[in-house]
């Protein structure tokens, strides 16, 4: 698997959008709240927002929170 590549936080900072792939898929948009430990963020409870066989990339939270934008090769 490949390393996570963030590209955007939740209004509220508690959230983070990243970009990484699997064994079994290429790039694939991600999510996970953070929490902060010793004065470092860590990301608690990864889960895959979309995975596909195409490439998902470069996600992007509306200022509201309401709307995902992404590249995608599909």
Known sequence: PGADRPSSFSIDGQYLIYTNS???????????MLREENGNLTLDGSQIFLGTQYTERGGQLSPDDRYLTYESNE
């Open 22 to 32: 699997t064994d079994s898929t290429s790039d694939d948009l991600w999510y996970a």
